[in-house]
């Protein structure tokens, strides 16, 4: 029963914060909004049983990813107006057909996974004892332990990444890049450019 | 699930309810008693006592991007944390060296970027 | 909920994950952990010391690389042991001599690399202490790809490989050229991440497992619709198809080649390429062989355009780079020959072509940074007019590599071919071999003539800046290796083979 208000409390909120999303002319609000949105579908996988997703929901998707975007909107500068109708006259017909076919592959692949005729679901309630986070926690930490140390080569690579690209001394913003003497075409080596 | 899974979570919820209620009475409170008598000088936005200059919405720099970046990282890192600090007492020493290495890893790119002069406001 | 507690409850994939901790054998990854390591020293030296004399970094680097080579020279005996396990790391990483074949030939091509790396850095003064640590990671990421037993190591490595070369190709900040190439091959890149990733949770889906032997069992007794599986297999082939640059998936290729500082792209044209394919041949020879007449069509037709495409819209090329970036997504065309065949023969003639191409790829695009003097001159054809009187070293040790790269005996790469074209007969693909000759034949004529600028043509004054013609002996060094090989493994093709008659078997 708590399953049932707790969705039909949260969905409204989701899908209106969804589509208000879309809406917004402004970047900054599009992206509160998706914060909303994103604290709506936390709870979704509270409801469905899985607290972990929910906390990584939160952490990551509403903390660390939305702080990501209002940086790249703030970098971008929000006051710049850029009449999107004009550049892409076939973008509305294209996104509507991606969305239903995304949501068609979505409603197939699961009902392909779970079988068309309903099958058993697998028994979650025997994995899950103590608790759905033990149980992942478990399965990380044995099974899937080197790959969890191999994440941490991935996440430095990505720090030095961003902390090369991104910070630059004032002499080397200048650049280099000198035009190509025209080619001159040596008989052998005729072509068109590029 | 069961009613009582949401038992913990209902502190949360009531936790949340109540917060919001807290700002809204103060808000309404304040929109009720306070006098209101606007000048240009009042509208104006507060900043330290200077003349705002040009508009909120301005572009900022890619250099903050990088605290941004390095905050995402060692958020990633949280997410690991958070299964691991449910079972480290029944997996042993194990987990405990797993872990250390991956903080291990992590930090050398702290140090890094310390010794890099990265973490320093320019 | 679902994803997660289907993970949770994922069946042991191999005897020794059955509960908790087997033994951990950490022998067949110790090369990625010597990697890995001086690379992690070589960041923080290159931090705490400012004055760090560059060339120690190029050294340790050096060292570090042939130290993994060394082991994995060992681990070639050590898999072969009655006691050693096929896949260690509770199913994670594979064992086998198929690995340590890979291993080497990237730790070879990252050491030449290295060579042409320090060169490049010294003369185009863009010397950071980060190329050296990021080489290595891309190469820890390069050598654990062939090992991934597991769709989530093939993932995990594929992405540490690609985010280390993202930076490097973007390495020279000051050049606006090397920046683009950067962002291009990042989204290009990221965006076949995620169709990798999608298969990764299609095959998932389809088989409750992501261990490559485990797919592959579950797979063989299914009877019922597979349209997950398969819908992983096509999502799978894109992502591998771009990183390994096959048509239509190569836009990012020339231009990524082009703007990379000339030494990364030596490097990530070979390295990309061996361990993509590496881990190509493992999936879908290990996990989804009981798919084979599926996906048989789609890498025919893949192979057959990326040739064509490939081999024609070299032609146009006039900068050098541009001309090898689409000469190697031809390349990738004929290994594609070799995989299509999907037998003993195709892999091991797919191994020989790789090989093969390393060395003559990173050979080729050494000769090309060694001719641009400083950073990124003398790229067009003009500039190699004439090169046999000025450099007459460098002039030879191009031609080989042409000639290898045309298919021209007495040269790696005709071996490499005729091996890959015999294997598609046998497996009866006679249509894809035709394809194969003709556009080999069309292939000839560029690479020809760069050999005809370079021996029969007058050098014209002022097209080129010859000042400093790379004459350190390091970049002599670093073309005249790959040169030898190159018509050592064409000559003596026997030596290679030898090598892959036991390589060319996929433990599982």
Redesign the interface.
């Known amino acids: 029963m708590a399953d049932w208000y707790a969705f039909w409390v949260t969905a409204p909120i989701s899908v209106l914060s969804a589509v208000a999303m879309v809406l917004a002319r402004n970047a900054v609000h599009a992206a509160l909004l998706l914060v909303v949105n994103f604290f709506t579908l936390a709870v979704f996988f509270l409801i469905l049983g899985s607290p972990f997703l929910f906390v990584v929901q939160i952490i990551v998707y509403a903390g660390a990813i939305m702080v990501l975007f209002l940086f790249v909107i703030m970098l971008l500068g929000v006051d710049q107006v850029i009449p999107l109708r004009d550049q892409m006259k076939a973008q509305p017909v294209a996104a509507v057909l991606l969305g239903a076919g995304l949501i068609a592959e979505i409603v197939l692949a699961v009902r392909i996974s779970i079988g068309f005729s309903h099958k058993v679901l697998p028994d979650f309630r025997s994995v899950n004892a103590g608790g759905n986070v033990q149980a992942l926690a478990k399965v990380l930490f044995n099974s899937y332990f080197f790959p969890f140390e191999v994440t941490s080569i991935l996440l430095i690579v990505a720090a030095i990444g961003a902390m090369l690209h991104g910070r630059r001394k004032i002499g080397e913003e200048e650049t280099i890049d000198v035009p190509e003497p025209a080619p001159i075409p040596a008989p052998a080596a005729e072509g068109t450019a590029r | 699930?069961a009613?009582s899974?949401?038992q913990s979570?209902g502190v949360v919820v009531a936790l949340l309810i109540g917060g919001f209620g807290l700002v809204a009475v103060a808000f309404t409170a304040a929109r009720l008693i306070a006098p209101r008598r606007q000048t240009a000088e009042k509208l104006m936005t507060y900043e330290c006592g200077i003349d705002p200059v040009g508009?909120g919405?301005?572009?900022?720099?890619?250099?903050?991007?990088?605290y941004?970046?390095?905050?995402?990282?060692f958020?990633?890192?949280?997410?690991?944390l958070?299964?691991?600090a449910?079972?480290f007492v029944?997996?042993g020493y194990?987990?405990v060296v797993?872990m250390a290495?991956?903080v291990f890893?992590?930090a050398?790119?702290l140090?890094?970027?310390y010794?890099?002069k990265?973490l320093q406001w320019v | 909920m679902l994803a997660l507690s289907i993970l949770a409850q994922a069946p042991p994939a191999t005897p020794q994950t059955a509960t908790g901790h087997g033994p951990l054998i950490f022998t067949p990854v110790a090369p990625e952990l010597i990697l890995v390591g001086v690379a992690l020293i070589l960041l923080l030296y290159d931090a705490l010391e400012p004055q760090r004399p560059h060339l120690a970094l190029a050294l340790a680097t050096l060292a570090g690389i042939a130290g993994a080579a060394a082991y994995s020279v060992y681990l070639w005996f050590w898999v072969q042991r009655p006691d050693s396990p096929s896949s260690v790391l509770q199913g994670m990483v594979a064992a086998d001599r198929f690995t340590v074949f890979f291993r080497l030939v990237i730790l070879g091509a990252a050491f030449i690399a290295t060579l042409l790396g320090y060169l490049y850095l010294e003369r185009a003064g863009e010397v950071r202490g980060e190329y050296y640590p990021l080489l290595l990671f891309a190469t820890a990421g390069m050598t654990l790809i062939t090992a991934a037993n597991d769709l989530i190591m093939v993932f995990l490595a594929l992405e540490i490989l690609s985010l280390s070369l993202y930076l490097m190709t973007g390495f020279s900040l000051r050049r606006l050229a090397s920046a683009e190439a950067s962002m291009k091959y990042f989204l290009l890149g990221a965006f076949s991440s995620a169709f990798f990733l999608y298969g990764i949770a299609f095959a998932y889906g389809a088989t409750g497992t992501t261990n490559l032997p485990a797919i592959a069992h579950k797979l063989s007794g299914q009877v019922g619709p597979l349209a997950l599986a398969l819908g992983a297999t096509g999502l799978l082939t894109v992502g591998f198809a771009f990183k390994v640059a096959a048509v239509p998936f190569h836009m990012w290729t020339p231009d990524a080649y082009q703007g990379a500082p000339t030494s990364v792209t030596a490097f990530m044209s070979a390295g990309t390429k061996v361990a993509a394919f590496a881990a190509f041949l493992r999936v879908f020879d290990v996990a989804l062989s009981p798919l084979v007449w599926d996906w048989k069509p789609f890498v025919w037709a893949l192979a057959a355009i990326t040739m064509v495409v490939g081999g024609v819209l070299a032609i146009a090329q006039t900068n050098i780079k541009r001309m090898l970036a689409y000469s190697s997504i031809a390349h990738a065309g004929f290994i594609l020959v070799g995989v299509t065949a999907a037998s003993r023969q195709g892999i091991e003639a797919s191994m020989f072509y790789l090989a093969a191409y390393a060395a003559m790829i990173v050979g080729a695009f050494g000769v090309v940074m060694l001719v641009s003097v400083r950073g990124e001159r003398n790229l067009n054809f003009s500039s190699y007019a004439g090169l046999a009187r000025r450099d007459p070293f460098l002039a030879a040790v191009l031609a080989v590599f042409m000639l290898s790269l045309a298919g021209i005996p007495p040269t790696a790469g005709f071996i490499a071919k005729v091996s890959v074209f015999e294997a598609a007969v046998q497996a009866g693909h006679w249509p894809l071999v035709l394809i194969g000759v003709l556009t080999s034949v069309i292939a000839a004529f560029y690479y020809i003539r760069v050999i005809v600028l370079m021996y029969m043509q007058e050098y014209l004054p002022g097209q080129e800046e010859t000042e400093g013609l790379g004459r350190e002996p390091v970049g002599r060094i670093a073309v005249a290796i790959p040169a030898l090989l190159t018509l050592l493994f064409g000559v003596f093709p026997g030596v290679l083979f030898g090598l892959l008659k036991a390589a060319s078997v996929i433990r599982f």
Do not use: T
């Open positions: 699930m009613e899974f949401y979570y508009e919405w301005s572009q900022s720099q890619i250099r903050y991007y990088i941004a970046f390095l905050f995402v990282i958020d990633v890192e949280s997410v690991f958070f299964p691991w449910n079972i029944r997996l194990q987990a797993e290495i991956f890893v992590l050398l790119g140090l890094y970027a010794k890099k990265v």
